[in-house]
T-cell receptor, first 114, second 114 residues
Framework: AQSVTQLGSHVSVSEGALVLLRCNYS??????LFWYVQYPNQGLQLLLK??????LVKGINGFEAEFKKSETSFHLTKPSAHMSDAAEYFC????????????FGQGTRLTINP | DAGITQSPRHKVTETGTPVTLRCHQT?????MYWYRQDPGHGLRLIHY???????DKGEVSDGYSVSRSKTEDFLLTLESATSSQTSVYFC?????????????FGPGTRLTVL
């Protein structure tokens, strides 16, 4: 079975500061890993993904994440936070088979302080 | 825009009544999914479909049934709604992107069971 743990249900940073959202996963097969963002009262939007190949992946809005197999981690970072980054972020894992069902972490709400 | 609509967008109902939520897609995607979103739990898979009349259970399927009689429509039914089914429900489709399937989410349905 696969699972995802996001460390910290709420993260608060100042505008211009580094954003670091932590995600650890458990999977018995090579995982596909995803970060999604959800703005208030909206659906989920894919930020970035790791499937195969390069372990450092870049996504939209200046975000990136690094797949570290030895640490079973896929932390999300952004060098300089912007007010528009305030949202809820979800890490998810799937395997490569069939329906590729997603298993989500509990989410991290990011607040940006002016 | 993956052409996903959900109806209704908001619904308030009473305990014990049946409720059906509809997901409609316009692009003939094979896989469709129903998730529920609850604070502290992220999104959890209820049921999914891999074709017309082909469905399977997800992580939290108890109390829910689904049907897919046409490629474009995936219905989620609560036979007898309970207060624990108060949640935001998201439909998703997956689109093949080479080796993986990218999931796109609908706008959600907020269901309140009194």
């Amino acid at each position: 079975a696969q699972s995802v743990t996001q460390l910290g249900s709420h993260v608060s940073v100042s505008e211009g500061a580094l954003v670091l959202l932590r995600c650890n996963y458990s999977s018995s097969v090579p995982p596909y890993l995803f970060w999604y963002v959800q703005y208030p009262n909206q659906g989920l939007q894919l930020l970035l993904k790791y499937t195969t190949g390069a372990t450092l992946v870049k996504g939209i809005n200046g975000f990136e994440a690094e797949f570290k197999k030895s640490e079973t981690s896929f932390h999300l970072t952004k060098p300089s936070a912007h007010m528009s980054d305030a949202a809820e972020y979800f890490c998810a894992v799937s395997d490569a088979r069939g329906a590729q069902k997603l298993v989500f972490g509990q989410g991290t709400r990011l607040t940006i302080n002016p | 825009d993956a052409g996903i609509t959900q109806s209704p967008r908001h619904k308030v109902t009473e305990t014990g009544t049946p409720v059906t939520l509809r997901c409609h897609q316009t692009e003939n995607h094979r896989y469709m999914y129903w998730y529920r979103q609850d604070p502290g739990h992220g999104l959890r898979l209820i049921h999914y479909s891999y074709g017309v009349k082909d469905t399977d259970k997800g992580e939290v399927s108890d109390g829910y049934s689904v049907s897919r009689s046409k490629t474009e429509d995936f219905l989620l039914t609560l036979e007898s709604a309970t207060s624990s089914q108060t949640s935001v429900y998201f439909c998703a489709i997956s689109e093949v992107r080479g080796s993986y399937n990218e999931q796109f989410f609908g706008p959600g349905t907020r269901l309140t069971v009194l």
